[in-house]
């Protein structure tokens, strides 16, 4: 749609500035000119402004999303989703029906959690009903890839990997984690050309619109292949982000530093692995996983090797996103930063930790002095934290400790929201419905807590607090408008919310009811 001034009138503005509230809004030239109270100004309507009638319904900021793929998303589309099989046996029936009009079967989303089998499948349970066309399933947490024998031929990946699980003869079994399934992601993603991205992002763009969302942080994968190839995500919106409609702070993956600063990036890592996931019980943790004894999982980085990184970014000023879950690892990086600490401004640099799922109590003081953002997936409960659940399984008695939300906020812990799609829904509304809603009731938080994790705190985890993430006078027209006023509701209900309409720098980029 052709960008026009707006005035959005009779709506439940909610600013995201402090408790500041307004009952009508105007734009101009992309940018919010005017906000009021009570009856909008009449010199404010003209018959060159559009106007949108509200009708009571709740107006907010665009969402912004801290944790992303703008191209991955797009990519999957095309997989067969798992994630709501019960058993083997669903999963080979799936397998084997879209093997008949498949050269190739990619799947994704299987969270071993829900399984009555209580394990992933391994390459002889897929070989029972595909053994002639090679299978890739990507687990829920893209930790692990499982392939069926053919699959393994077909991949030709090298034995000497690690992360091939075998048996006892030294045959791999199917299960690829570690350096094996990255290898494995980067050679699906290879696959593809740059078409194949634009088209990718493209629809990707189209639904986060769908969904609120005006800003992203893309923390997009790399292929396998070597450095020069062209075929990595990264690259691709490195080159071409400026294209989308959408707001894209990329994350560049690498620990090469000196690669992002000649891209101009001043984000590194998100998606940088420190240690693993608790439902692959990979998340490195100082105590034994209740369910399997005598494991702890692993740290992918020595800590001398994640201090010097560190050391690196502070002095090329360089925002780190580490990506923690268990608090072993957490407390890897926690060292790394308090040793930068020492020669730099860290709190200045807003480093963050992505999911961060096991912060302790301790560590929590330890980041809030180093001025650390938390940059969380609120959702994940949804999945895995109800009692009996995957978290309960891997924790046992410390269930209730995953994402304390309540406790951390408390601590002076910034909070920012982001997804992880397709891990889970890139809704807000799910992260911001769990983090109301937790399933432990001391880790829940207020409403207005919440959607702050998604927009003003959103916007201050990468900078962009001056142009975004609140509804003030100068600042972009960021815009969504909601189907119901969400604060005269039931909040047991927030995952229902749904956008009616998104504007993207004064443009009406998605309207539920065209």
């Not at 799947?107 to 209580?118: M, N, T, V």
């Not at 990979?282 to 105590?287: D, V």
């Not at 301790?362 to 650390?372: D, E, P």
């Not at 003030?472 to 039931?490: F, S, Y």
Request: negative net charge; proline residues 4%; aromatic residues 8%.
């Amino acid at each position: 749609m052709d960008q026009r001034d707006l005035l959005i009138k009779n709506g439940n503005i909610l600013c995201m500035d402090g408790d500041v509230r307004a009952d009508w809004l105007l734009t101009q030239g992309g940018k919010i000119a005017r906000l009021g109270v009570g009856k909008c100004d009449p010199e404010c309507i003209s018959g060159t402004v559009q106007i949108i009638d509200a009708g009571g319904r709740t107006v907010l900021p665009g969402f912004i999303d801290n944790h992303f793929q703008v191209v991955r998303i797009g990519l999957e589309c095309g997989y067969v989703d798992l994630s709501h099989v019960r058993n083997y046996d669903e999963i080979g029936q799936i397998i084997r029906r879209e093997a008949a009009s498949r050269s190739v079967v990619t799947a994704y989303r299987l969270d071993s959690s829900r399984l009555e089998e209580k394990a992933l499948p391994d390459r002889k349970v897929l070989d029972h009903y595909c053994a002639d066309k090679p299978v890739l399933i990507f687990s829920l947490d893209y930790h692990t890839i499982i392939l069926n024998t053919v699959g393994i031929l077909y991949n030709k990946i090298p034995f000497t990997l690690p992360g091939i699980h075998v048996d006892d003869n030294g045959i791999p079994t199917g299960v690829f984690t570690n350096q094996a399934e990255n290898r494995l992601e980067g050679n699906v993603l290879d696959a593809y050309s740059y078409d194949d991205f634009d088209t990718a992002a493209a629809r990707t763009v189209g639904m986060a619109f769908s969904h609120g969302l005006t800003t992203v942080a893309a923390m997009e994968c790399r292929g396998a292949k070597a450095e020069q190839s062209p075929l990595r995500t990264s690259e691709f919106l490195v080159r071409y982000k400026d294209r989308y409609p959408l707001t894209i702070e990329i994350f560049y993956q690498t620990t090469e530093y000196k690669r992002a600063l000649q891209h101009g990036l001043k984000h590194i890592g998100g998606a940088l692995y420190i240690d693993g996931t608790m439902g692959g019980r990979t998340a490195a943790l100082s105590f034994d996983y209740a369910d399997e004894p005598h494991r702890k999982g692993r740290i992918y980085m020595t800590q001398d090797a994640l201090t010097h990184f560190t050391m690196e970014c502070c002095q090329n000023n360089l925002q780190i996103g580490f990506d923690a879950i268990g608090d072993a690892a957490i407390e890897t990086v926690l060292q790394a930063l308090e040793a930068a600490a020492k020669h730099y401004d860290v709190r200045s640099m807003r480093h963050r930790i992505e999911h961060a799922e096991l912060i302790t109590p301790s560590q929590m003081q330890r980041a809030a002095r180093l001025g650390v953002i938390l940059c969380m997936q609120p959702a994940y409960e949804g999945l895995w934290g109800y009692p009996g659940g995957m978290y309960q399984q891997r924790l046992g008695d410390r269930y209730g400790t995953t994402n304390q939300f309540r406790r951390i906020i408390d601590s002076g812990i910034t909070i920012c929201g982001g997804s992880d799609p397709p891990i889970t829904n890139p809704n807000p509304f799910q992260g911001i419905h769990y983090a109301v809603n937790h399933p432990v009731a001391a880790n829940s938080v207020t409403l207005q807590e919440a959607l702050e994790m998604y927009t003003s705190l959103g916007a201050y985890a990468l900078f962009l607090e001056k142009k975004k993430g609140s509804l003030r006078e100068g600042k972009d027209a960021d815009i969504v408008i909601l189907d119901r006023d969400i604060t005269q509701m039931d909040l047991r209900q927030l995952k229902d919310v749904q956008v009616d309409m998104t504007i993207k720098d004064g443009r009406v980029v998605f309207d539920r009811n065209v």
